[in-house]
């Protein structure tokens, strides 16, 4: 069974960087098959894709996000991690990490995911 | 981006019916529209992928049709643990993006 877990700061302050870990188990992220996400929802609002990563170190990223975010993999421990950078208020969110069973050109469907960590941006 | 719309945003239906849920592409993504089920506090779970690909363990009352731009997803017969929110997700083009969501209620 794939499990994957989130962990990092709850409380971010702003203008400062959002960073956060996956850790990865059942699977390996060095494998050829599948590629690893981060995905964020506001509270009480939808779901938005913010990059993802290849056990190449190949990665995509949701141009909204600009040059702030950085996604990056540690294949010794079996997690990928997250950065984003200058956050504000709106990046408050839940952040998870999801397994994407896209290819080169697309990505998704997301079949396994995280339980999910809320990271509050705030003074 | 493809915007994905869903609707309706919210249906109250009772254990026992058949409920419906639309999603519409503002261009065409073939077959590669996913959906998923969220309940309050969790993480999405993948329902069903390529429009009609039922994924394992998901229970047959679930059903997805559609190409192109239009898709529908199908509960045949509602059940208490189905009350949830559920999206589409279309996987055509970077970056992915998914549907507003659709608030199944008990009635």
């Known amino acids: 069974q794939v499990q994957l877990q989130e962990s990092g700061p709850g409380l971010v302050k702003p203008s400062q960087t959002l960073s956060l870990t996956c850790a990865v188990a059942?699977?390996?992220?060095?494998?050829?098959?599948?590629?690893w996400s981060w995905i964020r929802q506001p509270a009480g609002k939808g779901l938005e894709w913010i990059g993802r990563?290849?056990?190449?170190?190949?990665?995509n990223y949701n141009p909204s996000f600009k040059s702030r975010v950085t996604i990056s993999a540690d294949t010794s421990k079996n997690q990928f991690s997250l950065k984003l950078i200058s956050v504000t208020a709106a990046d408050t969110a839940v952040y998870f990490c999801?397994?994407?069973?896209?290819?080169?050109?697309?990505?998704?469907?997301?079949?396994?995911w995280g339980q999910g960590t809320l990271v509050t941006v705030s003074s | 981006d493809i915007q994905m719309t869903q609707s309706p945003s919210s249906v109250s239906a009772s254990v026992g019916d058949r409920v419906t849920i639309t999603c519409r592409a503002s261009?065409?993504?073939?077959?590669?529209l996913a959906w998923y089920q969220q309940k309050p506090g969790k993480a999405p779970k993948l329902l069903i992928s390529?429009?009609?690909s039922l994924q394992s363990g998901v229970p047959s009352r679930f059903s997805g049709s559609g190409s192109g731009t239009d898709f529908t997803l199908t509960i045949s017969s509602l059940q208490p643990e189905d009350f949830a929110t559920y999206y589409c997700?279309?996987?055509?083009?970077?970056?992915?993006?998914f549907g507003q969501g659709t608030t199944v209620e008990i009635k």
């Open positions: 999801a397994r994407d069973r896209g290819d080169d050109d697309s990505s998704g469907p997301f079949d396994y």
């Open positions: 059942g699977d390996s992220i060095s494998s050829y098959s599948y590629y």
């Open positions: 990563i290849y056990t190449t170190g190949r990665t």
């Open positions: 261009q065409g993504i073939n077959t590669w």
């Open positions: 390529t429009a009609s």
């Open positions: 997700q279309e996987s055509t083009t970077f970056p992915p993006t």
